[in-house]
C-alpha cells in the first residue's frame, strides 16, 4: 500500500529556530496538504497546494510558515522562527484527485517540541 | 466559519456491542463526509467515506448520512478492544476545499 513519508519523526528545537519538516506523498497524488494537531486538540488545515503553489492557506499558516516542492518528490514545511505555541504534532496529506472524492492519505507525523 | 462537532467523549462499549458515534456539520452545502481512526500518537487512518444520503456498509462499520438534519454517523458492530481510539469526523464543504475535522470522540471497548 502507497504511504506519505514523513521526516523527522521527532523534532526538538529552540525557541526562535528555524526548522524544516520534509515529507514525500504517493508518487502519483497531486495535491499536498499541511496540518497540526496540538496535544489533546482537533486536527488543523494548515495549508495546501496544488500545481506548484499554495491554493489555500487558514489564519495559522502567517508569515512565518512557508512551503516548498524543491523537486519532484519531496514537499517541505519551514517554520522560520519557532515559538513555543508551535509544538504539536504536524501531519502531512495528500491526494489524487482533490479533497472531495476519496479525503486524504496521512504521514505519520513529526512530532516538534519547541524548548 | 466551517464547524464539525463531535461529543469528545468517552464512549464505553462492551466488548460485541455496537458503538455509535455522531457528528453534525454548521453548512448545509456540504459535499463529501469522511470518517478516521486515530490512535493515540498516530497519524489520522480513514475508514469511511459517504456522500449521499443513507447508509454505507463496509464490513464491520456504517457510515449513515442525513444532509437535512446536517448529520452524520458511524456504527461499529461487534466493536473489538482494538477499535479502542479517537473517531474524527471530517467534512469537505466544497469542490477541492480543505477538510474541515472535529475534535474527536474517544472510544474504550471493554473486554
Known amino acids: 500500500e502507497p504511504e506519505v513519508t514523513q521526516t523527522p519523526s521527532h523534532q526538538v528545537t529552540q525557541m526562535g529556530q528555524e526548522v524544516i519538516l520534509r515529507c514525500v506523498p504517493i508518487?502519483?497524488?497531486?495535491?499536498f496538504y499541511w496540518y497540526r494537531q496540538i496535544l489533546g486538540q482537533k486536527v488543523e488545515f494548515l495549508v495546501s497546494?496544488?500545481?506548484?503553489?499554495?491554493?489555500?492557506k487558514s489564519e495559522i499558516f502567517d508569515d512565518q510558515f512557508s512551503v516548498e516542492r524543491p523537486d519532484g518528490s519531496n514537499f517541505t514545511l519551514k517554520i522560520r522562527s519557532t515559538k513555543l505555541e508551535d509544538s504539536a504534532m504536524y501531519f502531512c496529506?495528500?491526494?489524487?484527485?482533490?479533497?472531495?472524492?476519496?479525503?486524504?492519505?496521512f504521514g505519520s507525523g513529526t512530532r516538534l517540541t519547541v524548548v | 466559519q466551517k464547524e464539525v462537532e463531535q461529543n469528545s467523549g468517552p464512549l464505553s462499549v462492551p466488548e460485541g456491542a455496537i458503538a455509535s458515534l455522531n457528528c453534525t456539520y454548521s453548512?448545509?452545502?456540504?459535499?463529501?463526509f469522511f470518517w478516521y481512526r486515530q490512535y493515540s500518537g498516530k497519524s489520522p487512518e480513514l475508514i469511511m467515506s459517504?456522500?449521499?444520503?443513507g447508509d454505507k456498509e463496509d464490513g464491520r462499520f456504517t457510515a449513515q448520512l442525513n444532509k437535512a438534519s446536517q448529520y452524520v454517523s458511524l456504527l461499529i458492530r461487534d466493536s473489538q478492544p482494538s477499535d479502542s481510539a479517537t473517531y474524527l469526523c471530517?467534512?469537505?464543504?466544497?469542490?477541492?476545499?480543505?477538510?474541515?475535522f472535529g475534535k474527536g470522540t474517544r472510544l474504550s471497548v471493554i473486554a
Open positions: 496529506a495528500s491526494s489524487e484527485e482533490g479533497t472531495a472524492l476519496r479525503g486524504y492519505t
Open positions: 508518487s502519483n497524488h497531486l495535491y
Open positions: 497546494f496544488y500545481n506548484n503553489e499554495i491554493s489555500e
Open positions: 453548512d448545509r452545502v456540504s459535499q463529501s
Open positions: 459517504i456522500y449521499s444520503n
Open positions: 471530517a467534512v469537505n464543504y466544497s469542490g477541492n476545499t480543505p477538510l474541515v
